[in-house]
Each structure stands twice: as structure tokens, then as C-alpha cells.
């Protein structure tokens, strides 16, 4: 794998063009995992986005008190995704120095062993982290779907599929690094989540988006 | 519906935070439909990087030819899907202001009436031209997919689900839009187009993600 040190400090702060350039470029970060924090994180976007449209106007005050209390969880997701965008960049930076370390001898070989444990460690569970919020974002969507502004719900529908998009894609990276991992338990634990999540976001996703199609 | 003017002149020069806080915002645009050209693009940028990352080593140099012309494809396709973001906000705009139009004698109702007839054609065939863009992407990772660098191959996973939820969000402005319009030949065939256009993504994404599993 090629690997080029990064020179963004951080992501978010490119424009969307050079992030865009970025990922298509031959740099091995950023590449997939902070695009599906990005992903997430558009999706917690939209969600407020419908929240934010429907407070305030006096047709929708029956639900003024839960879309309050929805943008400010969809708020909060929106911060922790972002965050996972340069999170996916340093842990795979991590691993990829770690099987950069020497192992002249014995000592050099078990040491860059445990490093690189620890680093695939850690790696498993940025994208897994990513996923769960992935997860949340699906479900603050079904919510922004069912009681959201009729007139902005596609927002709604397009938040789900950002956020599934988001949980599929962060699932590829643990299901990556677990494959490698020495500590069974601690993989067994990671398969199993990543499962039940994506199993999860696959029968929620369709559901949501329906509901979606019928209040356009 | 709440409108408030875009004072930025383009979407993709703006940070990604940027563009995150818009989304979330109460301001009706960009929403969903430039998220969903967004997405688009990273599909198609992460198609390039798959190819960006193959092309040029010894082990793959069977695949080089294909890879060579494959980043050619995704490169238009992104830049495409780049000019979209915008495109969107654009259309929005342009049905909003014809909504807006006097309406105090007939010529003025009648007038009022073609400019909102013409804005929302607009606005089906924006979110259609994304919506194809989106398919051609998805075509594109099945190849990245099937002959990339497997040790960049999860990214040809996130490309197809990126652009499928590309894909499935710009179906969501052409149902809203096609709706409203009194052309009923052009809304049938635009109806028609995006049905074939999701039916075909629904089957080809699991397919996709299926091959990038298998070789990770």
C-alpha cells in the first residue's frame, strides 16, 4: 500500500473541491473512512436541517418540543462524525507506522508486533465508533421522517441514505483490520457488533425512506 | 417553504464544515439535493483513487490499460457531479422565484403559471441528470471493484454506496418535482427513467459490495 503522510492538519477545514481531490487522488488517506464520516455527518446535517425547518412555525407546534429535542441530538452526532473524519486518517496513519518499525532482532520484532496489534486495535475501533453513530444518525432520521415539515421531509429521506451510505462504508474498515487482530475476544465482539448494526440500518433504511415517499 | 437567498457562489470552494453547518441550517438550500451530488462525486473520487492506487505498480500491470481508462471515466464523472452541487441550489432558486411572481390580473396568473411550469421541468431534469451520473458511478465501482488493488479495495465498497445514496437521494427531488408538472409525456418518461434508473442501483449495489467483501 502506498502510503503518503498527510498534510492536512484537518479535514474539515478543506474546501469540499480539494477534499474531493484528495480522495481521488494516489494518497491513501483520506480515502473511504472519512468519507463515510462524511457521509454520517451530512446525514445528522439534514436531519437538523428538517428540524431546524419545521421549529418555529405555528402549523408544526404540536411537535416543536420533539424537534427540539432532535436537532440537539442530530447536533450532537453532526460534531462527533466530524470528528471521526481526521480520527480514520490517524488511525490508519498509526498502522502504517507501525509496520514501518524495525525488526532487526527479537526485540525490534515483538515490539513492532504489539504496535502493530495495538494500531489495528485502534483502527477497528475508529470505524466501529463511526458506525454506531452512522446507526444513530438512521435512527434520529426516522424520527425527522415521520414528524418533520412536509414540505423539506425529502431532506429527511436523503439523511437516511447518507447515514446508511456511512454505516455500510465504515463496516468495510472493521471488517478490515478485525480480520487481523491476535485478541479473539475482543474481535469476536467487534464482528458481532458491526453485524447487528448493519443488519439493523439494512431493515431500517427501506422502512424510513418510505415512509419518506409517502408524506412528499 | 422558508427561502432564504445562497449567498455563496459555490458550494464545493467552501469548507466541508462549512457546507455541513449550511446543510444543517434553517436555509432552504443547499439541502438534499446538493448532498446528494455530493455524494455522487466522492463515489466518483473514490473510483479514481481504487485506479490512482493500481495503476503504475508491477503486480497489476494486466489491469493497467482498464484502470487507466476507468479514472479517465470517473474523472468526468466527478467533475459532473461536482457542477451539480450547484446546479441544484440553482433549480430550487429558480422555482422559488417563479412561485414568488405576481399574481394580481390573468396575464400575470398565466405568466406566473408558465414560469412555474418551466423552473419545475428544471428541477426534474437537475436531480434526473444527477440521478444518471450517480448509476454511471455505480457501473464505474463494480469495475474498481472487480479489478483494483485489493489493498485499496474497501474504497471501491464506500464508492458504490456513496453514489447509491447519490443515486436514491436525487430520486427523491424528481419524485417531489414531477409531480406538479402539467407536461404529462415528460413526466411519464421522467417517472419512468428514474424507476429504471433505481431498480437497476438496488440490484447493482449489494452485487458490488458483495465482490469488494469477498476480496478485502
Redesign the interface.
Known amino acids: 500500500?502506498?502510503f503518503q503522510p498527510v498534510v492536512n492538519a484537518m479535514?474539515?477545514?478543506?474546501?469540499?473541491?480539494a477534499?474531493?481531490?484528495q480522495?481521488?487522488?494516489?494518497a491513501?488517506t483520506p480515502?473511504?473512512g472519512s468519507?463515510?464520516a462524511?457521509?454520517g455527518?451530512?446525514g445528522?446535517?439534514?436531519v437538523?436541517?428538517v428540524c431546524?425547518?419545521t421549529?418555529g412555525k405555528e402549523k408544526y407546534a404540536a411537535v416543536e418540543d420533539e424537534m427540539k429535542a432532535l436537532v440537539a441530538e442530530?447536533?450532537n452526532l453532526?460534531a462527533d462524525l466530524?470528528a471521526h473524519?481526521n480520527a480514520d486518517v490517524q488511525a490508519f496513519d498509526q498502522v502504517m507506522a507501525a509496520y514501518g518499525l524495525p525488526k532487526g532482532d527479537d526485540a525490534e520484532k515483538a515490539a513492532r508486533t504489539a504496535a502493530i496489534q495495538t494500531a489495528l486495535r485502534t483502527a477497528t475501533e475508529v470505524p466501529l465508533a463511526c458506525a454506531r453513530s452512522c446507526a444513530a444518525a438512521i435512527a434520529l432520521s426516522r424520527r425527522a421522517a415521520e414528524l418533520g415539515n412536509p414540505?423539506?421531509i425529502?431532506?429527511a429521506?436523503?439523511?437516511v441514505?447518507?447515514a446508511?451510505?456511512g454505516l455500510?462504508?465504515a463496516a468495510?474498515?472493521v471488517?478490515?483490520n478485525v480480520?487481523a487482530l491476535k485478541d479473539e475476544a475482543f474481535a469476536t465482539a467487534a464482528r458481532n457488533e458491526i453485524e447487528a448494526l448493519v443488519a439493523a440500518g439494512e431493515a431500517a433504511t427501506p422502512e424510513i425512506?418510505a415512509i419518506?415517499?409517502a408524506r412528499?
Chains 1, 2 share one sequence.
Open positions: 500500500m502506498s479535514i474539515k477545514d478543506e474546501s469540499v473541491a477534499f474531493l481531490d480522495l481521488a487522488s494516489r491513501s480515502g473511504g468519507a463515510a462524511i457521509m455527518a451530512m445528522a446535517a439534514l437538523s436541517m431546524n425547518l421549529i442530530s447536533e453532526r466530524t473524519v414540505n423539506v425529502s431532506d429521506g436523503v439523511a441514505m447518507a446508511y451510505a455500510k462504508s468495510l474498515n471488517y478490515i480480520g425512506y419518506v415517499r412528499l
